[in-house]
T-cell receptor, first 117, second 117 residues
Framework: NAGVTQTPKFRILKIGQSMTLQCAQD?????MYWYRQDPGMGLKLIYY???????DKGEVPNGYNVSRSTTEDFPLRLELAAPSQTSVYFC????????????????FGPGTRLTVT | GENVEQHPSTLSVQEGDSAVIKCTYS??????FPWYKQELGKGPQLIID?????GEKKDQRIAVTLNKTAKHFSLHITETQPEDSAVYFC????????????????FGQGTILTVHP
């Protein structure tokens, strides 16, 4: 069981370039999430998905796009990269909630460190 | 939306001492409160969580307490060890019976815990 995998681990982009951050999970989780982590700021939710074909915006979606064609994969697309998108990006997945109030254990990937210059 | 404040931002203790990290939340409808530990170069990992229908939960050396009236919750680590050194994040979620929160978490800013041997 590889859990949640992310590629690449590091990337440097020039302003205006585009790229796709890859995320895959092998736990058959329906829920998947993308976060960004800025120094001293905690994690902010960018987009999330509750199943194949279903995605929705999180707290900071501007400048990003996602798709979910399969249960396993949840890529994050950056169009026209800007310095403000320099951050560490984490993908996570979870099962549907358990109990009430519902609890959700999110499993995180190792992250992608992106620098836009 | 929900806002989660976490204190302190850094905490330094001697091995064997106790460590306490506190979080406050703004949305009284939040009812699920997990704590994540992030080691250097890795993604966060769930260490303990608490639901709003419980006031305290323990798991070996770690415990979490919740005060719904004051809207704050705390992580307590006893008999700290050097391997407890990491960044700790609290989070809050409104997980309702319909499951419409989909596990969306609002994170605190993080606490860097250093345990000196």
């Amino acid at each position: 069981n590889a859990g949640v995998t992310q590629t690449p681990k590091f990337r440097i982009l020039k302003i205006g370039q585009s790229m796709t951050l890859q995320c895959a999970q092998d736990m058959n989780h329906n829920y998947m999430y993308w976060y960004r982590q800025d120094p001293g700021m905690g994690l902010k939710l960018i987009y999330y998905s509750v199943g194949a074909g279903i995605t929705d915006k999180g707290e900071v979606p501007n400048g990003y796009n996602v798709s979910r064609s399969t249960t396993e994969d949840f890529p994050l697309r950056l169009e026209l990269a800007a310095p403000s998108q320099t951050s560490v990006y984490f993908c996570a997945s979870s099962e549907a909630g358990q109990g009430f109030p519902m609890s959700y254990e999110q499993y995180f990937g190792p992250g992608t460190r992106l620098t836009v210059t | 939306g929900e806002n989660v404040e976490q204190h302190p931002s850094t905490l330094s203790v001697q091995e064997g001492d106790s460590a306490v990290i506190k979080c406050t939340y703004s949305d009284s409808a939040s009812n699920y409160f997990p704590w994540y530990k992030q080691e250097l170069g890795k993604g966060p990992q769930l260490i303990i969580d608490i639901r709003s229908n419980v006031g305290e939960k323990k798991d070996q050396r770690i415990a979490v307490t919740l005060n719904k009236t004051a809207k704050h919750f705390s992580l307590h680590i006893t008999e700290t060890q050097p391997e407890d050194s990491a960044v700790y994040f609290c989070a809050a979620s409104k997980a309702n019976a319909g499951g419409t929160s989909y596990g969306k978490l609002t994170f605190g800013q993080g606490t860097i815990l250093t345990v000196h041997p």
